[in-house]
């Protein structure tokens, strides 16, 4: 599935963004399945408001976001259901864990949607995360790190077309960042997912194809 | 990893328990609203049957009355305008709307005897014979019929004589009481007409009638017997008239006797008078039912809203996860269903039993009313359980969205 994005601005950045730094806003653009996006920016500059925006949490842009047939602007809640169970999956920057829920509860949550993702496929995923004797742990007495790894295992349980990573490892060590990146490579790697990841820095976690600025 | 029913995560987050004794109120309002509505129903729909003879052999008369004229005091001291109804009455009653059939009287115009020799009793009386159609005979027998060359004639008495035979003159008197079976395997010897014009026939008892105080035999006997017996006259118009109405407590019915001066049994002012009592009080009870089925369909409609507004941001979530909203509403709804069908059914049932227990004290009074609820209870409910589940899904469908 490709996105397509032409001359997308936020309403909220309309009147005081910097069209000559930034590359995402107000540009035409095309991504093609399996694609790797970096889109780096310092604090503020909209990388939330960016993902949010193509994951269709947020209505108040200009401009046109188009995944595969489908216009964000023009989309019913149904289909961007499916969108969203079956082709494009997310790890949000604040994570969005239900802290009610058990690590296992949070995952299967997602995983039974579409009941594609065996249970013993996340089960090993959450153990390759170093949470296998977690499972039972109610998500509200994790650290943000381990939060952080729950998030992603989430995200890794549906089918995907495009992974949308809100700077995804902001609260991991680097020995957990190389766990985490590794899992996404491979998984993502099965049915050739493009990955968009927004970061403040700079980083070689994967092999980008296209990196912006904000 | 133990898999757990995904649908207990989900209730986990949307059907959180907080709070849920103050819907227990609102369920008993409703239950006991829904039931006392039944219950109206069924009183007010089984008096009506009863009223309208469904089930026949009501003590309220059921659908079949007996009026003759008032007899007044000349007519007593001079004897010269019997109270009889001219072609112009009867017309005038066929024609009231809550008159289905009317009939007719006919009595025997030659003397009649009849007499019985036993081994301990012998006995020999005039009486009186008369014959109404026969679509008017209640137990009619099976060999209700007579031809003329037949020497045995079929004789139905009303039970009224029975009992007083039996709680009057027999305990009175000091001889045996009888049962209906040994009064029918008795044999009597009835004379008709005199002299020279006279026969002798054998009368027995083939049954006995709740519904017409007289002796009858079989239409086709009077009318033999009037034709060779009776003194040459006219054929005279009927003293009483046997009326099948659809309600004999018929307010119209009741004004349209009292105006012509027609008599009739008591029994049909007690039912118009326990009929105003009884719509009255249906009334007053279906009232109290909507009012409680008001306050407990809003405090239930409010809970569900309540429900929905506390799992709201764990929808949003779960949206943004890939639910969808209609599936979201739909789960939520689908546990409202099962509360609502589970009160509905213990309204059903509380109604079922109201209505088995009414039945058994109406019969102890002789009144006859269906055991088990009838259409109209069962449309009612159905009403009430699908108002609720409409308003219920408008609420759940408005929250989630």
Redesign the interface.
């Known amino acids: 599935m490709r996105l397509s994005i032409n001359h997308l601005i936020p309403l909220p950045l309309k009147q005081q963004h910097n069209t000559y730094n930034a590359t995402a806003w107000k540009q035409d653009l095309v991504f093609n399945q399996g694609e790797h996006i970096l889109v780096q920016g310092p604090s503020g500059s909209g990388k939330t408001l960016f993902i949010n925006t193509l994951?269709g949490?947020r209505k108040d842009f200009a401009g046109k976001v188009h995944w595969g047939a489908y216009n964000l602007h023009e989309i019913t809640?149904?289909q961007l259901?499916?969108l969203?169970?079956?082709s494009i999956s997310v790890v949000f920057q604040d994570l969005?864990l239900?802290p009610?829920?058990t690590v296992?509860?949070n995952i299967?949550?997602?995983r039974?949607?579409t009941d594609t993702v065996t249970?013993y496929d996340a089960?090993q995923w959450l153990g390759r995360l170093g949470l296998g004797n977690k499972?039972e742990a109610p998500a509200a007495q994790l650290s943000a790190g381990e939060q952080q790894r729950v998030a992603i295992v989430?995200a890794l349980s549906?089918p995907f077309e495009w992974l949308l990573l809100d700077e995804p490892f902001s609260h991991l060590d680097f020995f957990n960042r190389q766990k985490a990146v590794a899992l996404i490579k491979e998984v993502a790697g099965y049915t050739r997912a493009g990955i968009i990841v927004s970061s403040v820095a700079m980083n070689e976690d994967f092999v980008y194809d296209k990196k912006m600025l904000l | 990893?133990k898999?757990?029913p995904?649908r207990v995560?989900?209730r986990?987050?949307l059907l959180r328990r907080r709070g849920n004794k103050r819907l227990w109120p609102a369920l008993l309002s409703l239950c006991l609203g829904t039931a006392i509505l039944l219950y109206a129903i069924i009183l007010y729909t089984g008096f009506r049957d009863a009223l309208s003879g469904k089930y026949d052999k009501s003590s309220i008369e059921g659908t079949y009355l007996t009026i003759s004229k008032q007899i007044d005091a000349e007519q007593e001291i001079t004897k010269q305008k019997p109270a009889l109804f001219s072609n112009t009455e009867i017309r005038a009653l066929g024609s009231l709307p809550v008159v289905q059939d009317i009939g007719m009287f006919t009595s025997a115009r030659f003397p009649v005897e009849v007499a019985f020799k036993g081994d301990s009793m012998q006995f020999s009386t005039r009486l009186f014979i008369e014959s109404v159609p026969d679509r008017f005979i209640d137990n009619k027998p099976l060999d209700w019929y007579w031809q003329y060359t037949a020497k045995e004639v079929p004789v139905i008495v009303s039970t009224e004589f029975l009992n007083l035979y039996n709680y009057g003159y027999a305990s009175n008197q000091g001889v045996p009481q009888l049962t209906m079976g040994t009064i029918q395997s008795l044999h009597f010897t009835l004379n008709i007409g005199t002299g020279n014009n006279a026969a002798e026939y054998t009368a027995r008892v083939a049954g006995f009638s709740d519904r017409i105080s007289s002796i009858l035999v079989p239409e086709a006997f009077i009318q033999y017997g009037n034709k060779h017996f009776a003194p040459a006259q006219q054929e005279p118009q009927p003293s009483r008239l046997i009326l099948k109405v659809k309600d004999p407590s018929d307010d119209l019915l009741v004004e349209y006797l009292h105006e012509a001066r027609y008599e009739t049994n008591n029994e049909l002012l007690r039912a118009n008078r326990m009929r105003t009592v009884v719509y009255a009080a249906t009334l007053g009870m279906g009232l109290l039912a909507i009012v409680l089925l008001l306050m407990g369909g809003t405090v239930f409609t409010l809970f569900t809203e309540l429900t929905v507004a506390r799992a709201q941001h764990?929808m949003q979530?779960?949206?943004?996860?890939?639910?969808?909203?209609?599936?979201l509403s739909r789960f939520i709804f689908r546990r409202y269903v099962f509360i609502i069908l589970a009160v509905m059914a213990a309204a059903g049932i509380v109604a079922i039993y109201a209505q088995v227990r009414t039945a058994k004290a109406a019969l102890e009074m002789g009144i006859h009313i269906a055991r088990f609820p009838g259409w109209e209870v069962w449309v009612a409910l159905a009403v009430v359980t699908v108002v609720l589940l409409v308003l219920v899904e408008r609420k759940v469908d408005k929250g989630v969205r």
């Open positions: 994951y949490l809640a149904q259901s499916q969203r169970a079956a969005r239900f009610e829920l296992w509860e299967d949550i997602k039974r949607i249970g089960e499972l989430r549906q | 990893m898999q757990r995904r995560i989900l986990k987050l764990n979530l779960l949206v943004q996860l890939g639910y969808s909203p209609r599936f």
